[in-house]
């Protein structure tokens, strides 16, 4: 399954509405950043979790762990606007967030 490409031109439109549904996450321009709380190996998990569906949506995000922390960054700082794709994966990256800290 691709995701569209389409680009948000307007600021009221349905990507900043199911942006809106998303707690978390942080709009810096045309980029998403959310910050994870999780250990070394839940990182691992997630990131393997958030390349696959990446790959899938043909999507590049940034992925850095810092101070305990998994950082993540959807979007090019240089692109005209988010795309629906983005904000897709940064909603898969929440149901994967929630997978890999119940884990046992």
């Known amino acids: 399954m691709r995701a569209r490409k389409r680009r948000s031109t307007t600021g009221s439109d349905y990507l900043s509405d199911a942006l809106a ?9 045309v980029q ?3 910050d994870l709380a999780c250990d070394d190996s839940q990182h691992a998990a997630l990131t393997e979790r958030i390349q696959v569906a990446a790959d899938t949506l043909s999507i590049r995000p940034s992925i850095r762990r810092v101070e305990g922390h998994t950082q993540i960054c959807l979007g090019d ?3 005209d606007a ?3 794709g983005e904000v897709t994966l940064a909603a898969r990256i929440e ?3 929630r997978t890999v800290l119940e884990r046992p």
Do not use: P
Request: aromatic share 14%.
């Open 95 to 97: 149901d994967f967030y």
């Open 21 to 29: 549904q998303l707690g978390g996450w942080t709009r810096d321009g």
């Open 32 to 34: 998403l950043r959310r």
């Open 77 to 79: 700082r240089d692109g």
């Open 82 to 84: 988010l795309t629906d």
